[in-house]
Nanobody
Framework: QGQLVESGGGSVQAGGSLRLSCVASGYIYNNNCMGWFRQAPGKEREGVASIYTGGGTTYYADSVKGRFTVSQDNAKNTGYLQMNSLKPEDTAMYYC??????????????????WGQGTQVTVSS
């Protein structure tokens, strides 16, 4: 069975930075799209960013554009989410996702069948 394992979450003050990592193993290697979702208590799950692992095309939610950067190191089977200028409203559990999506990546949760366990990000004001 394939799996996704996130790391890098933690607590940071507003304006700070964190980098999340996601290591993929197993059959997940065949997926062409990797991404990140988040969910805060009492709020709906939100697609944050995704990347087409074949060509590097990226997609971002409007709420994180210009602050977050998604990337992928195919040699290490690892995805990253660099988060800068963090705000208290970025506080949430962050989940790594992956799947084979045609014709392009998306930020729709229903498109992704593989999910990690999540890593908590807390931003204090």
């Amino acid at each position: 069975q394939g799996q996704l394992v996130e790391s890098g979450g933690g607590s940071v003050q507003a304006g700070g930075s964190l980098r999340l990592s996601c290591v993929a193993s197993g059959y997940i290697y065949n997926n062409n799209c990797m991404g990140w979702f988040r969910q805060a208590p009492g709020k709906e799950r939100e697609g944050v960013a995704s990347i087409y692992t074949g060509g590097g095309t990226t997609y971002y939610a409007d709420s994180v554009k210009g602050r977050f950067t998604v990337s992928q190191d195919n040699a290490k089977n690892t995805g990253y989410l660099q988060m800068n200028s963090l705000k208290p409203e970025d506080t949430a559990m962050y989940y790594c996702v992956a799947d084979y999506i045609f014709p392009m990546c998306s930020l729709w949760a229903a498109d992704f069948g593989h999910w990690g366990q999540g890593t908590q990000v807390t931003v204090s004001s």
